[in-house]
């Protein structure tokens, strides 16, 4: 049975993978974009926070030891840690009052979190470098169909064509694997260091949690965490609760209630009436003040004043 010559099947399968070529090629830009893309990144990374890396952990961890337990968050913050280091330790620290195994799970909790980060940082770099040799490979063995025909038939400009068609997808699709694999290798040493740094300073903290336990120290336990979208300067604040909305006719606890609008009209004087003052009452400390000071005047003051009010 001739496959070429009795079915359709050969045809199906050039057309197919002439259908795919275009795709593979403009996928190969898109990851060129993306290697170049994750290339800035990791200097920025480098910029931003790795240099600012610069934690001493003996020290730290000296300082963890030797601080009071109502200060441990404070040391925290002082710290050259990074944003997420201290999220999660802030977190810790100011649930210090927990048991012993809700404490743990809260730690390992915080550890796992801060590795997930880290993780879908790699993800990308990581699936870049695995699928850019493929599709590179495809790229190169796609034109090579029509070149070795076009070679068959004597068309060496056919043939050259698809030659170079290969080899530059060959060559993208490596340059891609090669950016994205130095990217990751990189992150993947900074961020077990990251890991590493973390999980020494967390096992301090409830070392540092347990003692207190021991000695019945009360420590707190009722932090919730950080608000979503605040950023590295606002770690180990607290949420703000919002007071709550009064209901109608309902004045808040703690709060005077003031009295309906009719009453405060009705105390009110009628317009042009000045207020009168209490019997024996000055209307004002100052009023009271003047009255004290006139009693006290000589007499020859007082008529020096009388001889003024009959002049004018």
Not at 100 to 122: D, M, S, W
Not at 213 to 228: E, K, T
Not at 278 to 298: F, I, V
Request: hydrophobic letters at 45%; glycine letters at 8%; charged letters at 15%.
């Amino acid at each position: 049975m001739d496959l070429y010559q009795e079915t359709y099947l050969p045809d199906i399968l050039h057309d197919i993978a002439m259908g795919l070529l275009a795709p593979t090629m403009v996928v190969i830009i898109l990851l060129i974009l993306a290697s170049v893309f994750f290339l800035g990144q990791l200097v920025v990374e480098f910029v931003s926070e790795r240099r600012h890396f610069k934690q001493n952990m003996p020290a730290i961890v000296n300082d963890l030891n030797d601080a009071d337990w109502g200060d441990i968050t404070d040391v925290i913050e002082k710290s050259q840690l990074l944003a997420y280091q201290k999220r999660a330790l802030t977190t810790v620290s100011r649930n210090m009052g927990l048991p012993e195994e809700p404490l743990f799970a809260l730690a390992q909790a915080e550890v796992n979190g801060c590795e997930r980060h880290y993780q879908r940082r790699l993800a990308w770099t990581d699936t870049i470098s695995k699928v850019a040799p493929m599709l590179g490979l495809m790229g190169t063995l796609i034109p090579l169909g029509p070149g070795i025909v076009a070679l068959g038939q004597g068309n060496t400009l056919a043939l050259s064509q698809s030659l170079l068609l290969a080899f530059d997808a060959t060559v993208c699709g490596l340059v891609c694997a090669v950016f994205a694999l130095v990217v990751s290798k990189l992150r993947s040493g900074w961020y077990a260091e990251y890991l590493n740094a973390l999980e020494s300073i967390m096992s301090c903290v409830i070392d540092k949690a347990a003692s207190a336990r021991a000695l019945g120290v009360g420590l707190p336990a009722n932090y919730r965490g950080l608000v979503a979208g605040q950023g590295a300067a606002k770690a180990g604040k607290q949420r703000r609760v919002k007071p709550p909305m009064p209901q109608a006719g309902k004045p808040l606890a703690g709060k005077p209630q003031m009295p309906p609008g009719n009453s405060l009209q009705a105390n009110m004087p009628p317009a042009g009436k000045p207020l009168t003052p209490p019997a024996g009452k000055p209307l004002t400390p100052q009023a009271g003040k003047q009255q004290t000071a006139k009693t006290q005047m000589l007499p020859s003051q007082e008529r020096g004043v009388h001889g003024t009010q009959l002049q004018e």
